[in-house]
């Protein structure tokens, strides 16, 4: 058996959301003995926000934590194990992200090569895109005419090309969630982007690893059988040259890796499973084959490829008025019906309020109760603490 044939590389997912714990990233890096830590910051409603937060202040746009707290405390520990970062954290402002861990690297007298992935902002594409029709994928609905933002789902060939390049820290704007661990492995394997079958098999990788530790038990359908959640391991998957691999994470940590666990990551947000499309690649998952190795260790393999499609998704933000939210405490004898007043009530003095300064009216509300007696301890009714 060749070397290459003979290599594996560990990738840690670190981030499965902006707001995703912190202790993940310390956790990997310290205990996990990976290559690479990979993060994924982005959803649709984080792009929006981010929008917002650019709109206020063009310097941000990209998800602050990143730098602020994993990077101000890991940049020397990582920096010194030779780990290698790609993450999607640049969001609508991959250049400022770059700039904010340059400066950090410049305060802690580290020498850190940083690559930036652009390309993904299409908003200078909007008249083209209107005059040939584009509408949205689900509703039909064309292009709203104040968008704030449109960006495309990029893919993991410019990812791969930094890490050619000698990058040590890759940050993308908008991509494809599976795309900053299909770059690494494309980069480490030297696959080209014909090898569908090894692209196939990476992005599912990527795809299990993508929301952090929802893939080692985090929402596991039978999580009474998950321990100890408040030391959950994050994700390690562990690849080989030819596109197989190991799901684990670090020894010592909570959580759970099995079959169960890693089968539903992989049915998460694919649609069809015999055409999940990416821009590198259209994968069919149906034959993918789980096999239990040991305690938290799952063997995947199976998965197929083939070309891509000519498009790609994009996501784009527009302004449409404002929403609040309000919550209120209510507690006593038929809370539930005082609740649901208390409601009604707000929003019949607001409209009256809206009415008095000439503006409009809601387009919509919603009433919830939410509700639970454990504040009432042994006073609490049956099932309802």
């Known amino acids: 058996m060749s070397e290459s044939a003979k290599k594996t590389i560990r990738i840690g997912g670190a981030s499965g959301f902006w707001g995703d714990s912190s202790v993940g990233a310390p956790q990997l890096v310290r205990q996990g003995k990976v290559d690479y830590l990979v ?53 609508m402002n991959p250049q400022g992200c770059a700039q904010a861990i340059a400066a950090l690297a410049a305060e802690q007298g580290l020498a850190v090569r940083i690559a930036v992935v652009e390309g993904d902002d299409v908003m200078p594409l909007l008249p083209a895109l209107r005059s040939e029709g584009v509408r949205d994928m689900q509703k039909g609905h064309p292009l709203p005419d104040k968008v704030l933002s449109a960006n495309a789902y990029l893919g993991a060939l410019p990812i791969k090309a930094a890490l050619d390049q000698g990058a040590q820290i890759v940050v993308t704007g908008r991509c494809v969630d599976s795309a900053v661990t299909l770059g690494v492995l494309m980069h480490e394997f030297g696959w080209q982007t014909g090898d569908y079958d090894r692209l196939a098999q990476a992005s599912l990788a990527g795809h299990v690893i993508e929301c952090g530790c929802q893939a080692t038990g985090g929402l596991h359908t039978d999580w009474e059988q998950v321990p100890d959640w408040a030391n959950i391991g994050y994700p390690i998957v562990e690849c080989s040259a030819d596109g197989s691999f190991v799901v684990g994470k670090a020894p010592g940590t909570g959580g759970l890796v099995s079959t169960a666990t890693v089968g539903e990551q992989i049915l998460y947000e694919i649609g069809d499973p015999g055409a999940y499309l990416l821009p590198d690649v259209t994968c069919d998952f149906t034959q993918v084959r789980l096999e239990q190795l040991g305690t938290d260790r799952v063997h995947v393999s199976g998965a197929r490829g083939r070309a891509p499609g000519s498009g790609y998704k994009v996501c784009a933000t527009f302004v449409d008025g404002f929403r609040c939210n309000a919550q209120l405490t209510i507690v006593g004898i038929d809370a ?33 109760v939410l509700g639970a007696e454990s504040c009432y301890g042994p006073h609490a009714a049956t099932g309802a603490a």
């Open 336 to 368: 539930v019906a005082k609740a649901r007043r208390t409601g009604e009530a707000l929003v019949e003095r607001t409209r009256r309020l809206f009415a008095e300064n000439g503006w409009g009216d809601y387009t919509r509300t919603h009433i919830q």
């Open 39 to 91: 993060f994924d910051y982005l959803a649709e409603l984080t792009m929006s926000i981010l929008a917002a937060a650019r709109l206020r202040k063009p310097e941000l746009g990209y998800a602050t934590d990143f730098v602020t707290v994993t990077m101000k405390s890991l940049l020397r520990e990582i920096t010194e194990r030779g780990i290698r970062v790609v993450s999607n954290a640049g969001g």
